[in-house]
């Protein structure tokens, strides 16, 4: 083959990458690209920017980032900008591709583009080949089809890990030839209808988008400060970079994948010693397989307001002056507004507080769920769509959670995880 195209997405990375490797193998040149889809700029029927500018932030500086590192070894990054169904078909006319390799999508509006960009380059006799690349099991291992995954986290976990392995990791690709890639131009946060936002100073983390990021807060939170070893009793906090991996950004975006983080752990433990806490970051990376495999089952039946459980009637409640007071941190309750104000400030939270927030804004404001789903779409730096809805529901009681009604106590919350009030005089002073 002679021109084969890589369609960069979510999976902004060299390692563990498969769609880059077998384009690599396959074709003789090996054009990198990716497009800026307008899809992903819009307002969303609920009101927000479906991207907000930390995400936009972010991947600017992921893609800065799979630029420089695809121009260490030869190639560099092509970047498009408009719908991928004309796009991705234009340069295959252009460069007279054969084929375009990328990763494979699970949630709804994400495969229907696939599904457009697959007829268009059919038209042009070009392939598209995807790989299933962004889980830590990969779904053909998996000893359950799909539609026969079980909605219960406890029982898809158990039986995965006793009867599935881990793929082992792709190498990067030390060199790659490659048409001449013109210097990268990326658009501005005002070319995409977004504004830089300053992530606050008190924020948990200074996320940096790209793959060498990532792999710098891995050896950090690893090796440097072998806060591995004390996840588990760490995870629940809410101060600071080390109570948690911090991951999230980075796997997100795809500048790390599960299985890198898996290897890492295996060595590590090689080190170090294995323990509870070791395990639970595997585990923890199980949850979000499972949420994976969910939409792959329910498909767009997480962004329903009945969820996949399908029993509650139909709402779409909305109180404006309730919703303002939730979004900027003017509750009654202190310990929502600090986590909300957080998250306006800097773009995360700690999954306590998205817990609480998202348990309040269901049982105590008695909204539709998918508003605040929706806001935390726009707002998280590391917002994934199946981790982020597939939790939303679950905290709404339309989703995964096998317990009925599971209602979180705010003030025991607070007094539970913020004893010393030190999350609250943080972000309320
Ligand atoms: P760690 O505790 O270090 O966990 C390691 C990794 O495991 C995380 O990076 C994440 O990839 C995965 N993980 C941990 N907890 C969960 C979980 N409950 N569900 C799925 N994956 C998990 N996570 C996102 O990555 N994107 C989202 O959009 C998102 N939205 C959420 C919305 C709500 C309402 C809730 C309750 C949780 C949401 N989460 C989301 C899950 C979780 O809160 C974050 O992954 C976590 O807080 C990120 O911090 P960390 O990387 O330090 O996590």
């Given at each position: 083959m002679?021109?084969?195209?890589?369609?960069?997405?979510?999976d902004?990375?060299?390692?563990?990458?498969?769609?880059?490797?077998?384009?690599?193998?396959?074709?003789?040149?090996?054009?990198?690209?990716?497009?800026?889809?307008?899809?992903?700029?819009?307002?969303?029927?609920?009101?927000?920017?479906?991207?907000?500018?930390f995400?936009?932030?972010?991947?600017?500086?992921s893609?800065?980032?799979?630029?420089?590192?695809?121009?260490k070894?030869?190639?560099?990054?092509l970047?498009?900008?408009?719908?991928?169904?004309?796009?991705?078909?234009?340069?295959?006319?252009?460069?007279?591709?054969?084929?375009?390799?990328?990763?494979r999508?699970?949630?709804?509006?994400?495969?229907?583009?696939?599904?457009?960009v697959?007829?268009?380059?059919?038209?042009?006799?070009?392939?598209?080949?995807?790989?299933?690349?962004?889980t830590?099991?990969?779904?053909?291992?998996?000893?359950?089809?799909i539609?026969?995954?079980?909605?219960?986290?406890?029982?898809?976990?158990?039986?995965?890990?006793?009867?599935?392995?881990?793929?082992?990791?792709?190498?990067?690709?030390?060199?790659?030839?490659?048409?001449?890639?013109?210097?990268?131009?990326l658009?501005?946060l005002?070319?995409l209808?977004?504004?830089?936002?300053?992530?606050?100073?008190?924020?948990?983390?200074?996320?940096?988008?790209?793959?060498?990021?990532a792999?710098?807060?891995?050896?950090?939170?690893?090796?440097?400060?072998?806060?591995?070893?004390?996840?588990?009793?760490?995870?629940?906090?809410?101060v600071?970079?080390?109570?948690?991996?911090?991951?999230?950004?980075?796997?997100?975006?795809?500048?790390?994948s599960?299985?890198?983080?898996?290897?890492?752990?295996?060595?590590?433990?090689?080190?170090?010693?294995?323990?509870?806490?070791?395990?639970?970051?595997i585990?923890?990376l199980?949850?979000?397989?499972?949420?994976?495999?969910?939409?792959?089952?329910?498909?767009?039946?997480?962004?329903?307001?009945?969820g996949?459980?399908?029993?509650?009637e139909?709402?779409?409640?909305?109180?404006?002056?309730l919703?303002?007071?939730?979004?900027?941190?003017?509750?009654?309750?202190?310990?929502?507004?600090?986590?909300?104000?957080?998250?306006?400030q800097t773009?995360?939270?700690?999954?306590?507080?998205?817990?609480?927030?998202?348990?309040?804004?269901?049982?105590?404001l008695?909204?539709?769920?998918?508003?605040?789903a929706?806001?935390f779409?726009?707002?998280?730096?590391?917002?994934?769509?199946?981790?982020?809805?597939?939790?939303?529901?679950?905290?709404?009681g339309?989703?995964?959670?096998?317990?009925?009604?599971?209602?979180?106590?705010?003030?025991?919350?607070?007094n539970?995880?913020d004893?010393?009030?030190?999350?609250?005089?943080?972000?309320?002073?």
């Amino acid at each position: 083959m002679k021109t084969a195209i890589v369609w960069f997405k979510t999976d902004l990375r060299l390692y563990d990458n498969e769609a880059l490797v077998k384009a690599i193998a396959q074709g003789e040149k090996v054009l990198p690209v990716y497009c800026f889809d307008d899809a992903d700029f819009v307002t969303t029927r609920y009101g927000f920017k479906k991207t907000g500018n930390f995400r936009a932030q972010f991947l600017l500086e992921s893609l800065q980032d799979l630029d420089a590192n695809l121009r260490k070894i030869g190639s560099g990054l092509l970047i498009l900008r408009g719908k991928p169904e004309v796009e991705i078909p234009k340069i295959v006319a252009e460069y007279k591709a054969l084929k375009v390799f990328a990763k494979r999508e699970v949630a709804y509006e994400e495969k229907e583009t696939e599904a457009v960009v697959q007829t268009a380059l059919f038209k042009l006799r070009c392939e598209l080949e995807t790989f299933s690349s962004s889980t830590l099991y990969h779904a053909e291992d998996l000893p359950f089809a799909i539609k026969d995954i079980p909605d219960v986290f406890t029982n898809f976990r158990k039986k995965t890990e006793l009867d599935a392995t881990v793929r082992a990791v792709f190498d990067s690709p030390l060199a790659m030839t490659s048409p001449d890639i013109p210097e990268m131009i990326l658009p501005t946060l005002q070319d995409l209808g977004l504004e830089f936002s300053e992530i606050d100073a008190r924020a948990a983390i200074q996320f940096k988008g790209g793959e060498t990021a990532a792999m710098q807060r891995l050896n950090y939170y690893f090796y440097e400060t072998k806060k591995l070893s004390v996840y588990k009793e760490t995870r629940n906090g809410m101060v600071g970079e080390g109570y948690s991996s911090k991951f999230s950004a980075w796997l997100a975006m795809g500048c790390i994948s599960p299985r890198t983080i898996y290897k890492e752990i295996r060595a590590y433990e090689n080190e170090n010693g294995a323990n509870d806490s070791t395990y639970w970051l595997i585990f923890e990376l199980l949850w979000r397989d499972f949420f994976r495999f969910m939409f792959k089952k329910y498909q767009t039946k997480f962004f329903l307001y009945a969820g996949i459980k399908g029993e509650k009637e139909n709402s779409e409640s909305l109180n404006n002056k309730l919703f303002s007071q939730w979004e900027n941190g003017a509750t009654p309750s202190d310990f929502i507004n600090a986590n909300m104000i957080e998250l306006k400030q800097t773009g995360f939270m700690s999954n306590r507080g998205r817990q609480n927030v998202a348990s309040y804004f269901c049982n105590e404001l008695n909204m539709d769920w998918r508003l605040g789903a929706a806001y935390f779409e726009s707002q998280l730096i590391d917002y994934d769509v199946c981790s982020n809805w597939g939790n939303w529901a679950y905290l709404a009681g339309v989703g995964n959670d096998p317990r009925k009604h599971r209602y979180f106590n705010i003030q025991k919350q607070a007094n539970d995880y913020d004893k010393d009030r030190s999350f609250r005089d943080l972000w309320l002073q």
